[in-house]
């Protein structure tokens, strides 16, 4: 009689948690905002490094953590490369535009061109950059593949999508999407995309019908993209393999409601009371100044001066107020409910995984900021 050997059942699938403190991040976003202010912007780079930190860092997966090892030093030194790259292109068209006037509507097209393909070249560079500065288990994630070819794939697609008004989209991000992942590691486990233009497109096809009147009908926008982005965070999930590690996302399509408008209503609040603000600065003025409310904001006014600066200090505080908003909400909410629908299936293939790849450099993201492209 011969033995047979039975096969172990497979491990229940391992949940994504998300123990970060909400307190604690949007402390951590209105410090680093008003920073910003303070360093004209430049504070970003580090801002940037702070909230992958603690996001990386809050998140487990089967019990660990992962951990984020790049620098807010590195994403400012790939940004000054980028801009000295970017600003004799800019140069040379400002002076090529002043000798042609006549075409310089003409010569807009190759520079807009130009500028798509090197912000999809810096899109995919950004993203190889933060795969190789992520770490689970000891483990590096990392990435190979030409930025220049994945350039050249989006351009491709980026025509098809403007000849079919769109429809073409759920085919472009999964081919897309197919490149990246194929060319994405986490140590000896190559990745790979599951992920089907024609299901994207099957779940959200009345998406494209209404959006036409979406656009004309502002409560229903909100709604639609709402909508949209849940299906298509959820299609993009369930479509990622690492070796024999699949992941499967339950996202709710009614996910993103509330986030999304409480973005919206937090916006439309501040931007009442800096109205009031601005009203209240003028009636002050007005008073002090002893001049009618109308000649304080006249343009040859010279009490209009007092005025800018009282107006661009509450507008300094609009932007704090909506920068920690946006951040709040549209990376740490949206990250927990995301992370909240995950499940990991196979997550014992990940056990014996060998180290490998080398850490890419922070250029990309730097032309990714540059071009206003960057990604989270």
Known sequence: MSFIPQVPPPLPPAQVSFTGERGEFRSMVTKGAALELV????????LA????????????LDGDSAEYTGRGKELFIGFLVALAILLPIYLAYFLITIEAERLQELASIPLFLAFYAFGQFAIY???RYRLTRTIWRGVRFWMDG????????????GLLLVVTLGLA??????????????????????????????????????????????LLVFPALPFLYAEFKAREWRW???GIRFGGVRLESTLPSTAFYGVYWSVIGWSMLFSMIFGAYTGACTGLVA???GVSFEQVIGPNSQTSIPLLVLIGIGYLGLALALSTVMRVYLQRDLWTVVLASANVHGIEAAANVRAGGELASALGEGFADGLDVAGF
């Open 236 to 238: 993009w999930l369930s």
């Open 146 to 157: 030409s930025g220049w070819a994945y350039a050249g794939r989006a351009m491709l697609w």
């Open 49 to 60: 490094t702070d909230i992958r930190r603690h996001l990386w860092a809050n998140t487990s």
């Open 287 to 289: 008073s002090i100044s």
């Open 125 to 127: 560079r950004a993203r």
């Open 39 to 46: 360093t004209f912007g430049f504070y970003r780079f580090w």
């Open 169 to 214: 989209l759920p085919w472009r991000e999964a081919a897309l999407e197919r490149y990246k992942m194929q060319h994405s590691h986490y140590g000896n486990l190559q990745g790979k995309f599951d992920g089907r233009g024609w299901e994207f497109f099957k779940n959200a096809w009345w998406l494209w019908l209404l959006s036409p009147i979406a």
